[in-house]
T-cell receptor, first 110, second 116 residues
Framework: GQQLNQSPQSMFIQEGEDVSMNCTSSSIFNTWLWYKQEPGEGPVLLIA?????ELTSNGRLTAQFGITRKDSFLNISASIPSDVGIYFCAEFQGAQKLVFGQGTRLTINP | DTAVSQTPKYLVTQMGNDKSIKCEQN?????MYWYKQDSKKFLKIMFSYNNKELIINETVPNRFSPKSPDKAHLNLHINSLELGDSAVYFC???????????????FGPGTRLTVL
């Protein structure tokens, strides 16, 4: 199956900084999803994107569906300690098969 | 009021044993899944069930056998456990939307399996 290339693999930032991560694919998809996984928990959906060019916000989080339909980015503004976790992009390959990127591990220094 | 629950949270066992992980969802969803997350945090789908019918089986060894007694439960039984089976296993559930696509998948807290 197709792979999602997510970068960076990890980020170490200071509290208050903005964060940006992205995901690319060699194939065109109709949906981009961004999940967050906190330690000891399962992934939780943050933002879902359904149209090329779509820009969607959820509080301090903003995600965009690339025009080429092969990429997406997630931005976090003014990071706070509770933003720590692993962020995954994901796409549907087929109706029910959710495929995840490798994840971006975010660490925040207070 | 837990949405998707899994038991046990931790499972430590010897190679060669048979073990089961249970999953229950109280969201009224009709589709349930099992995912495996390896030590590098890579998350990969294993199975999906819709209304107790197997829909996705992602080249998982036949030592893994999911069983869905009803729409709210999807259990995972693993025979002859191997060292490489050590991972975190996540259950998830969703609605099957119109046109065969699925709505948001809600994940359980995971079961950390350690095979010694």
């Amino acid at each position: 199956g197709q792979q999602l290339n997510q970068s960076p693999q990890s980020m170490f930032i200071q509290e208050g900084e903005d964060v940006s991560m992205n995901c690319t694919s060699s194939s065109i998809f109709n949906t981009w999803l961004w999940y967050k996984q906190e330690p000891g928990e399962g992934p939780v959906l943050l933002i879902a994107l359904y149209k090329a060019g779509e820009l969607t916000s959820n509080g301090r989080l903003t995600a965009q569906f690339g025009i080429t339909r092969k990429d997406s980015f997630l931005n976090i503004s003014a990071s706070i300690p509770s933003d720590v976790g692993i962020y995954f992009c994901a796409e549907f390959q087929g109706a029910q098969k959710l495929v995840f990127g490798q994840g971006t591990r975010l660490t925040i220094n207070p | 009021d837990t949405a998707v629950s899994q038991t046990p949270k931790y499972l430590v066992t010897q190679m060669g044993n048979d073990k089961s992980i249970k999953c229950e969802q109280n969201l009224g969803h009709d589709t349930m899944y099992w995912y495996k997350q390896d030590s590098k945090k890579f998350l990969k789908i294993m199975f999906s069930y819709n209304n107790k019918e197997l829909i996705i089986n992602e080249t998982v060894p036949n030592r893994f056998s999911p069983k869905s007694p009803d729409k709210a439960h999807l259990n995972l039984h693993i025979n002859s456990l191997e060292l490489g089976d050590s991972a975190v296993y996540f259950c998830a559930s969703s609605h099957l939307a119109s046109g065969g696509s699925t709505d948001t998948q809600y994940f359980g807290p995971g079961t950390r399996l350690t095979v010694l």
